[in-house]
Nanobody, 121 residues
Framework: QVQLVESGGGLVQPGGSLRLSCALS????????MGWYRQAPGKQRELVAT???????NYADSVKGRFTISRDNAKNTVYLQMNSLKPEDTAVYYC???????????????WGQGTQVTVSS
């Protein structure tokens, strides 16, 4: 059974930095596209950043130039380095793992439990 465990959230002042980590277990990490999403109170969950199995990345416009997504296949872990944090970055951040079976075309979509990031002075 695939499990995703996030860590690294917390309280940080505006302008500060945090690094989120998400470890995958129960499957082969390297074949998954990985992503970070966030959900603020009263808002829908939104994409923050994604990284494919071949390390192609994509970012929401609101975080470009401030956040960096990376992956370490040897550690089965994806990271989100968040710099120059703003109060509007406050949200629960969720890790996602996604792949499509080559032969079956079945979708495999897994989510972590979320980690709170609060940006406040």
């Amino acid at each position: 059974q695939v499990q995703l465990v996030e860590s690294g959230g917390g309280l940080v002042q505006p302008g500060g930095s945090l690094r989120l980590s998400c470890a995958l277990s129960g499957s082969i990490f390297s074949i998954y596209a990985m992503g970070w999403y966030r959900q603020a109170p009263g808002k829908q969950r939104e994409l923050v950043a994604t990284i494919t199995s071949v390390r192609s990345t994509n970012y929401a416009d609101s975080v470009k130039g401030r956040f960096t997504i990376s992956r370490d296949n040897a550690k089965n872990t994806v990271y989100l380095q968040m710099n120059s944090l703003k109060p509007e970055d406050t949200a629960v951040y969720y890790c996602n793992a996604f792949r499509i079976g080559v032969a079956t075309k079945k979708e495999y979509d897994y989510w972590g439990q979320g980690t709170q990031v609060t940006v406040s002075s």
